[in-house]
């Protein structure tokens, strides 16, 4: 294969690639004000992508958090088996730690899941990462998603989050609710893909 070298490097600027990038493609995105939650729909796309971009919550050391739904939104209660597992590292470089972390994941709970932790609401603090929902219009196998977030920790530590799982149900999810484990999202935006 040969190597493609853009002549134009600002990206702005750039109007068409000489390579293909699949069929990815924008579907929805919404900025936080001191938001409670944001909510998307999802169709019959094979692959969600979802971006985060600077989460900034109001309130101080709590978590970016997601839900889902089968019915459109009025309940976000499915069941999730999920693990999650951290990498830190904090500013003035005393702390260091990779920890598997069993108070993020889920055995079989209805309960939001946190994709990343212990945020700090300092007003240069954010969480920007993703999440990706694998083939939720199925109504033969349960959903997988894996999530790999970076977010400016409670105290001042680098916290690197990954966590993956199943959704536990053959019925088509149909939304997505994203939401702080408390107070508002305060700042951020949720770019969502679709990919066939």
């Given at each position: 294969?040969?190597?493609?070298?853009?002549?134009?490097?600002?990206?702005?600027?750039?109007?068409?690639l000489p390579v293909a990038l699949g069929d990815?493609?924008?579907?929805?995105?919404?900025?936080?004000?001191?938001?409670?939650?944001?909510?998307?729909?999802?169709?019959?796309?094979?692959?969600?992508?979802?971006?985060?971009?600077?989460?900034?919550?109001?309130?101080?050391?709590?978590?970016?958090?997601?839900?889902?739904?089968?019915?459109?939104?009025?309940?976000?209660?499915?069941?999730?088996?999920?693990?999650?597992?951290?990498?830190?590292?904090?500013?003035?470089?005393?702390?260091?730690?990779?920890?598997?972390?069993?108070?993020?994941?889920?055995?079989?709970?209805?309960?939001?899941?946190?994709?990343?932790?212990?945020?700090?609401?300092?007003?240069?603090?954010?969480?920007?990462?993703?999440?990706?929902?694998?083939?939720?219009?199925?109504?033969?196998?349960?959903?997988?998603?894996?999530?790999?977030?970076?977010?400016?920790?409670?105290?001042?530590?680098?916290?690197?989050?990954?966590?993956?799982?199943?959704?536990?149900t053959i019925s088509a999810l149909t939304n997505?609710?994203?939401?702080?484990?408390?107070?508002?999202?305060?700042?951020?935006?949720i770019l969502m893909y679709g990919l066939n």
């Open positions: 294969m040969a190597l493609t070298k853009l002549n134009n490097k600002a990206v702005a600027n750039v109007t068409s990815m493609v924008l579907v929805s995105s919404a900025t936080a004000s001191s938001s409670a939650s944001i909510e998307f729909s999802l169709g019959n796309y094979k692959e969600y992508k979802f971006f985060f971009v600077n989460m900034h919550p109001a309130n101080d050391g709590v978590n970016f958090t997601f839900n889902l739904s089968t019915d459109s939104g009025s309940n976000y209660n499915v069941t999730k088996t999920t693990t999650a597992f951290w990498s830190i590292h904090d500013e003035a470089d005393t702390t260091t730690q990779l920890i598997y972390k069993t108070d993020r994941d889920l055995a079989q709970s209805t309960a939001f899941q946190p994709l990343d932790g212990q945020l700090d609401n300092a007003n240069d603090a954010s969480s920007s990462g993703t999440l990706t929902l694998f083939n939720p219009s199925s109504t033969t196998y349960v959903k997988h998603f894996i999530s790999n977030c970076n977010n400016l920790g409670d105290g001042d530590y680098s916290i690197q989050n990954f966590v993956a799982g199943y959704a536990n997505i609710k994203f939401q702080m484990s408390s107070g508002n999202i305060d700042a951020g935006t």
